[in-house]
């Protein structure tokens, strides 16, 4: 079945890149999200790639796929204690396909 | 910008009762789903629905489990018989479908059942 890995934490220094891993198994996937979870609060979508793409930035987000090895990555730059968080990455075929998540990583920032 | 709402926030229930979750998706959504997520655990899919119909449903949704569009613009998540196994975080997503949207999935807040 299809299947989502990711590395459970990343702590990095505030100011720093973070980077965030992902591997999948479907390779009919054809939508790949980011979603962000604060403590205590809900799924929020941070971005998504089709899979046609290779990159995609959005302000301080920097998406990556790359496709033949079924790897996307998430770079946040200058990392700020507002980005404390839960990151999950997703895959889905579109249409009623529902998401595939994976465990999410925890994003731990020093000061 | 447009949000997914969820009610309750939070819901306490006695084992075996049964409980309604409901959602109101983004107005202009075609399709809707429920997730849910156990304390410390991944996000799991339970069920998406589409021209009022169910679409797709994991090995969890099972028979004590229901989805209804009462109205048009609520979605609801009925479980009939609660077990404590069912303690979780139940959200609710709907998606766009165009092609300037480019198929973006949007989620309430949660809702958070505990089964006691």
């Known amino acids: 079945g299809e299947d989502v890995e990711q590395s459970l934490f990343l702590s990095v220094r505030e100011g720093d890149s973070s980077v965030i891993n992902c591997t999948y198994t479907d390779s009919s996937s054809t939508y790949l999200y980011w979603y962000k979870q604060e403590p205590g609060a809900g799924l929020q979508l941070l971005t998504y790639?089709?899979?046609?793409?290779d990159m995609k930035q959005d302000q301080r987000l920097t998406v990556l796929l790359n496709k033949k090895d079924k790897h996307l990555s998430l770079r946040i730059a200058d990392t700020q204690t507002g980005d404390s968080a839960i990151y999950f990455c997703a895959e889905s075929m579109g249409g009623a396909d529902g998401l595939t998540f994976g465990k999410g990583t925890h994003l731990i920032i020093q000061p | 910008e447009p949000e997914v709402t969820q009610t309750p926030s939070h819901q306490v229930t006695q084992m075996g009762q049964e409980v309604i979750l409901r959602c109101v998706p983004i107005?202009?959504?075609?399709?809707f789903y429920w997730y849910r997520q156990i304390l410390g655990q991944k996000v799991e899919f339970l069920v998406s629905f589409y021209n009022n119909e169910i679409s797709e449903k994991s090995e969890i949704f099972d028979d004590q489990f229901s989805v209804e569009r009462p109205d048009g613009s609520n979605f609801t998540l009925k479980i009939r018989s609660t077990k404590l196994e069912d303690s979780a975080m139940y959200f609710c997503a709907s998606r766009d479908w165009t092609e300037f949207s480019g198929n973006t999935i949007y989620f309430g807040e949660g809702s958070w059942l505990t089964v006691v």
């Open positions: 107005s202009n959504h075609l399709y």
């Open positions: 790639i089709f899979s046609n793409m």
